[in-house]
């Protein structure tokens, strides 16, 4: 959550939260880009999604308090076509599109769904910013 301390950045507050959450250090990481604003439903925040990429080799001090736990997904299976899919089940259930993706045993979905869902709009983009600024910074980032 932004924090008076943010100045109303979201930015700022995106890389305070991360390494509150997961111990990473601003150094290491390089922010790419935004993604639209998202409203979450239940708790009616706006969240604003910062994309960034963190140096080779970062690791993670989870904070139990904040979250349960982190895990990875390389970013070929996010972007790859149909990764990212409508997901009728629980869009039928909540009365609205939800959107879901499958990696390594998990079902990814809710508002992490329509997070990932902007990130592989804004990639699939023709001429994408986004795109051209993380293969920039990671050249093997390819489609």
């Known amino acids: 959550m932004e924090d008076p301390i943010d100045g109303g950045d979201a930015v700022r507050t995106a890389v305070r939260e991360l390494h509150e959450e997961l111990g990473v250090g601003p150094e290491r990481v390089h922010i790419v880009g935004r993604l639209p604003e998202l409203k979450q439903n239940l708790n009616r925040f706006v969240i604003a999604p910062v994309v960034g990429v ?7 001090l989870v904070d139990g308090g904040e979250i349960a736990g982190v895990f990875s997904v390389p970013l070929a299976s996010i972007v790859s076509s149909g990764a990212i899919y409508e997901d009728a089940e629980a869009g039928a259930a ?9 990696h390594d045993g998990r079902h990814i979905w809710g508002f992490t769904g329509r997070v990932l869902k902007a990130f592989a709009d804004a990639w699939a983009a023709p001429e994408s910013p986004l795109r051209a600024a993380v293969r920039a910074l990671i050249p093997s980032s390819e489609d």
């Open 94 to 102: 909540r009365g609205r599109a939800m959107y879901a993706f499958d």
């Open 54 to 60: 963190l140096d080779p080799g970062t690791r993670f």
